[in-house]
C-alpha cells in the first residue's frame, strides 16, 4: 500500500515529457534524409544491376545467382525504409 502511494506520488511529479530535438540538429537531420536518399539509390542501382545480370544469366544457360541478388536488395530497402518505425516499436 505504501509502495503504491509512494509510486503514484512519483509518477504524478515526474509527468510524461514529450521528446523534443537538440538545439542546432537541423544539420543532422538534413544529414539522416541525405544518407536515406543514398541508400534508396544505391537499392534501386543494385537492383537493376541484379536485373541485367539476370537476363545475362539466362541468355548464357549459366547457374543464377542473380535472384538472391534481387531478393537482398529488396530485403534491405525494406529495412531501410522502415528503420524509423521498427526504432519506434523497440524504443516505444
Known amino acids: 500500500m505504501v509502495i503504491h502511494a509512494v509510486?503514484?506520488?512519483l509518477l504524478a511529479?515526474?509527468?510524461n515529457p514529450t521528446p523534443e530535438?537538440?538545439?542546432n540538429s537541423d544539420k543532422i537531420l538534413q544529414?539522416?534524409?541525405y544518407l536515406t536518399w543514398l541508400v534508396l539509390l544505391s537499392g534501386v542501382c543494385g537492383?537493376?544491376?541484379a536485373g541485367g545480370r539476370f537476363a545475362w544469366e539466362k541468355w548464357q544457360g549459366g547457374p543464377l545467382?542473380?535472384?538472391k541478388m534481387i531478393a537482398g536488395g529488396?530485403?534491405?530497402g525494406v529495412i531501410?525504409?522502415?528503420a524509423g518505425t521498427i526504432m519506434n516499436a523497440i524504443i516505444g
Open 7 to 9: 509510486h503514484n506520488a
Open 13 to 15: 511529479q515526474i509527468g
Open 21 to 23: 530535438p537538440p538545439p
Open 31 to 33: 544529414m539522416v534524409r
Open 47 to 49: 537492383i537493376t544491376f
Open 65 to 67: 545467382a542473380s535472384p
Open 74 to 76: 529488396m530485403l534491405g
Open 80 to 82: 531501410a525504409t522502415s
